[in-house]
């Protein structure tokens, strides 16, 4: 059973940053693509990143190219997000996702390719 949970949310001012982590169980970590995502008040669900299992690869949204890093640590079963110079944009809840991938050529990008999903982390920014 495909469990993911993820945490890290909270309140920071503009400029600053958080940590989000995105811990999993039940499957075999090593061959699922992660990805986060976020969905803001009465706007769709959006890719934020994803990091593939098949090539170590990362996948960025323009919004956030150059402030969030994704990565994994397949030891701890664990995908963290770093964001750095948050703007009051960033303001969303974050889900993080699994899609089982074996293909070195492309990863899952998109939230309708992600099959899992864990419940959100809510971040809030102050302007």
């Known amino acids: 059973d495909v469990q993911l949970q993820a945490s890290g949310g909270g309140l920071v001012q503009a400029g600053g940053s958080l940590r989000l982590s995105c811990v999993a169980s039940g499957f075999a970590f090593e061959d699922y693509t992660i990805g986060w995502f976020r969905q803001a008040p009465g706007k769709e669900r959006e890719t934020v990143s994803c990091i593939s299992s098949a090539n170590g690869k990362t996948y960025d949204a323009a919004s956030v190219k150059g402030r969030f890093t994704i990565s994994r640590d397949n030891a701890k079963n664990t995908v963290y997000l770093q964001m750095n110079s948050l703007k009051p944009e960033d303001t969303a809840v974050y889900y993080c996702?699994?899609?089982?991938?074996?293909?070195?050529?492309?990863?899952?990008?998109?939230?309708?390719?992600?099959?899992?999903w864990g419940q959100g982390t809510e971040v809030t920014v102050s302007s």
């Open positions: 996702a699994a899609a089982y991938t074996t293909s070195y050529y492309y990863t899952p990008f998109y939230p309708y390719e992600y099959p899992s």
